[in-house]
């Protein structure tokens, strides 16, 4: 099959945009020629010269020779008004802006299959991994029992670096700025939503599942305290913010954002700085892992180029498994075994959310709590409690209300000013 020539159109000159122009130029056998760049800022001092770009969007959404739109910029509704606007003028296109694909999935969707060109996005979700085309291609809906992973990589360079080298939570979110790894708006990443996002790329095509952003439960690492982190040390554990989702017995799937404690010998416990990891449990093959850089130029620049590549063989996501006879549906009554810490003086009020409590503590300053919760609680316990931190220990398919002895223990166990665990 001959391979097409694309002509692009890009959007965004940013970290990733500048990475992909450099990558392209050293890829030569990929036949592609970015005809033009639409950028926002005439001002801004670029490392090219300035007849490459342009400042209004139709200079390549209306330009007939431009068979290709690379879009990345790091606004998400005006990115949906370009992308929605190329894939009707019959363009394809390349994404990275998971916030923007997660928010309009099914719109999307509905513009793919109406104008019959293609949106590929294996940028958008874990940068480096190709996690998109593995579970759109290899696993059947059958196959997979879940899929669990480190998703973003600005929060686990921050986790690595307030627990490695002890750096303060401030300095490690400004050097993953500054190595171009966070969101122009950090807080989508340090509060679990850029994750979020994710899992619902990876739902779509693991399970076959549409689902919106406000039905995936999230919950980031910028509450994260002292506490926490001294726990985490004194029981040998590491933090890492983990995205996951698990099919329960009843063909239901579970799907949610939180820290995770994790252990050494776990194969999420050595994914540290910018890596992300995702582990796959399939009936047969047991359990597969994905590693790879989850941010950067390069690293998500070579994912963009894998999708145009695909597309010089006119490669499309079929999604297949949004259209296969088998109902899933989500369920999120679930009991989780979480770690919360909080200033909260009024112990007792917490106790009363939990199932269960196995381990507690309480100092002058703050404390915390081991036991389990439903996620439904949980929700509701955070908003009563806006400084909680809340850090997953063990969350299983069957873990339900049934299985757990309801035993709401009154009196914390006291223990004075020295962390005992
Ligand atoms: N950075 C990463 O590691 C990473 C990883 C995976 C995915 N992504 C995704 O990739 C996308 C780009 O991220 P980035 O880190 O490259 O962002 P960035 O460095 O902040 O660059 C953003 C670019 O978008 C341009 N832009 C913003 N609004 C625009 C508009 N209305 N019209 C035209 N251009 C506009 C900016 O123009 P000016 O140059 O004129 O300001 C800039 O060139 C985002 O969706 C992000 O989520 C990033």
């Known amino acids: ?108 969707l509905d513009l793919q299959r109406e104008y019959q060109v293609p949106l590929l996005y294996e940028a958008a979700c874990c940068a480096s991994i190709p996690i998109i085309r593995n579970l759109e291609e290899y696993y059947d809906t059958d196959l997979l029992q879940s899929i669990e992973g480190i ?5 686990n360079y921050i986790l690595t670096k307030t627990f490695a080298e002890n750096l303060s939570y401030e300095t490690a979110l400004r050097e993953a700025q500054e190595n171009g790894y966070a969101e122009s708006d950090p807080s989508l990443d340090t509060q679990g939503i850029d994750a979020k996002y994710k899992l619902l790329l990876l739902l779509a095509h693991a399970f076959g599942q549409i689902v919106k952003p406000q039905d995936i439960f ?46 050494p010998g776990d194969k999420l416990f050595d994914i540290d700085d910018v890596f992300n990891g995702i582990i796959t449990q399939n009936n047969f093959s047991d359990t597969q892992f994905f590693v790879g850089k989850g941010a950067g130029a390069f690293p998500t620049a070579s994912a963009v180029l894998s999708d145009l590549s695909a597309l010089t063989y006119d490669y499309r996501y079929e999604y297949k498994k949004l259209n296969q006879a088998e109902i899933l549906t989500i369920n999120n009554e679930l009991v989780l ?4 810490s909080s200033r909260e003086t009024k112990t007792q009020v917490l106790f009363t959310y939990f199932h269960k409590v196995e381990e507690s503590y309480r100092s002058q300053e703050t404390g915390y709590l081991v036991g389990y919760i439903s ?22 398919p069957g873990l339900k209300d049934q299985n757990l002895v309801t035993k709401v223990e009154l009196e914390p166990v006291y223990v004075s000013d020295s962390l005992i665990v």
């Open 218 to 263: 999230n919950f980031g690492i910028n509450k994260l305290r002292d506490l926490d982190l001294q726990f985490a040390k004194e029981k040998g554990l590491k933090i890492k913010l983990v995205a996951q989702a698990f099919k329960n017995e009843n063909q239901s799937i579970s799907c949610f954002v939180l820290p995770k404690f994790v252990k």
């Open 337 to 340: 075994k979480v770690f919360l």
């Open 1 to 108: 099959m001959a391979r097409k020539n694309l002509t692009i159109g890009l959007f965004g000159f940013g970290c990733v945009g500048f990475g992909l122009y450099e990558v392209l130029h050293k890829t030569p056998g990929l036949k592609t020629t970015i005809k033009n760049i639409c950028v926002k800022h005439p001002e801004k001092a670029r490392p090219i010269a300035a007849a490459n770009f342009t400042f209004d969007k139709n200079t390549i959404l209306s330009d007939p020779e431009i068979n290709v739109v690379v879009e990345l910029i790091d606004d998400s509704e005006v990115a949906f008004e370009i992308v929605s606007e190329a894939l009707k003028n019959g363009k394809a296109v390349v994404s990275a802006n998971k916030k923007m694909i997660a928010e309009h999935f099914q719109e999307l």
């Open 375 to 396: 996620l439904k609680k949980l929700q509701q316990l955070i908003q009563l409690v806006p400084d909680a931190s809340v850090i997953l220990i063990e969350a299983k």
């Open 151 to 155: 998703v973003n990589g600005s929060t």
